[in-house]
């Protein structure tokens, strides 16, 4: 029955053949070790050829972490966008309330984030955040723009980080468009930076989307801001009062998901 309808539930195995329900569990769960799990939800179908790719790439990563951890983690600085709305409501999680048994349930209207919102860039290491740089309104992420910021943040690189440049920065970057142009390379190039290879369609490969942004989100989440002002200084307060071993358990997360990516032979990683 299961092998044939893999979405049967236990109470109408049970009601087909005659039995009770703890025996239909019992049998799925220690005679046959089988649980019943819900779809994943990921970002997009990858082909035999996109796994492939994500898999050489998490190796040569993986296997340039295992040969030097410290240097790696000391080099290693990514960048990625990401849009941060004047409001966004809490998750169903976050509204959790201690009652007393007996207490009704704390009813929640469900409200799209707001239109005002506005694009954040932000570039940051092991330590602690490099640069954070955000988009006026009504303008674009262009080759000539994008170009701009990697010369700013080299230029953060420097002061904060002496002597980094010499040892050439691992950059990790999205490859959107604007990062991969001519434009946005001949910075790049010139300032030294080494990419660290980056599959696409792959979030889950992204300490910024997989740990960073989340993190900010969920602290942002509940809070209404009328201004574009108000949303940086609440960005630049998470993020720049965070303790170096924020930062670099994020970045150190990147070495299980690259083995986790290898061992699931490229498919999605969701912890």
Same mark, same amino acid.
Request: net charge positive; with cysteine; proline share 5%.
């Given at each position: 029955m299961i092998m044939?309808? @893999?979405?049967?539930?236990i109470? *109408? !195995?049970?009601?087909?053949?005659g039995?009770?329900?703890g025996?239909?569990q019992?049998?799925l769960?220690?005679v ?7 779809a994943q939800w990921?970002?997009r179908?990858l082909?035999?050829?996109? *796994?492939r790719q994500?898999v050489v790439?998490? =190796?040569?990563? %993986?296997?340039k ?6 240097d790696?983690y000391?080099r $290693?600085v990514?960048?990625d966008?990401t849009?941060i709305?004047h409001?966004?409501?809490e998750?169903?999680?976050q509204?959790?309330?201690?009652k007393?048994?007996?207490? +009704?349930? &704390?009813?929640k209207f469900? =409200?799209q984030?707001?239109? /005002?919102?506005?694009?954040?860039s932000? $570039?940051? #290491?092991?330590e602690? !955040? ?5 988009l006026h309104? /009504? =303008?674009?992420? &262009?080759c000539?723009y994008?170009a701009?910021l990697?010369? +700013?943040?080299? #230029?953060?690189?420097k002061e904060k980080r002496?002597?980094?440049l010499?040892r @050439?920065v691992l950059?990790? =970057?999205e ?5 991969k142009?001519a434009?946005a ?5 010139e300032?030294g930076f080494e990419?660290?290879?980056?599959p696409?369609?792959s979030?889950d490969?992204?300490?910024?989307d $997989?740990? %960073? $942004?989340?993190? %900010?989100?969920?602290h942002l989440?509940?809070?209404?801001f009328?201004?574009? +002002?108000d ?7 998470y993020?720049?009062?965070? #303790?170096k071993e924020?930062?670099f ?6 070495e299980h998901r690259f083995?986790?990516? &290898? #061992?699931? *032979?490229g498919d999605?990683?969701e912890k």
């Open positions: 044939a309808d @893999r979405r049967l539930t109470c *109408k !195995i049970a009601e087909d053949i039995v009770s329900y025996t239909v019992s049998i769960v220690d046959l070790d089988m649980r019943k799990l819900s990921v970002p179908m082909t035999a050829d996109q *796994k994500w790439t998490s =190796q040569e990563l %993986l296997s972490i295992q040969r030097n951890p410290d790696f000391k $290693f990514t960048m966008e849009w709305h409001f966004d409501s998750t169903k999680k509204s959790m309330e201690w007393h048994h007996g207490s +009704n349930v &704390t009813c469900h =409200q984030p707001s239109a /005002g919102k506005i694009m954040t932000v $570039f940051w #290491e092991s602690s !955040i490099l640069m954070i740089d955000y309104r /009504g =303008q674009t992420i &262009t000539d994008y701009t990697i010369k +700013n943040v080299r #230029e953060a690189i002496r002597g980094r010499r @050439r950059f990790h =970057q490859n959107a468009p604007a990062h142009s434009v390379m001949a910075p790049i190039n300032a990419i660290v290879h980056h696409p369609y979030p490969l992204v300490p910024s $997989f740990y %960073l $942004f989340p993190n %900010l989100k969920d989440r509940g809070k209404r009328e201004r574009d +002002n949303v940086v200084s609440a960005v630049e307060a993020l720049n009062c965070r #303790e924020f930062f358990k994020g970045s150190k997360m990147l083995s986790k990516c &290898t #061992e699931v *032979k999605y990683v």
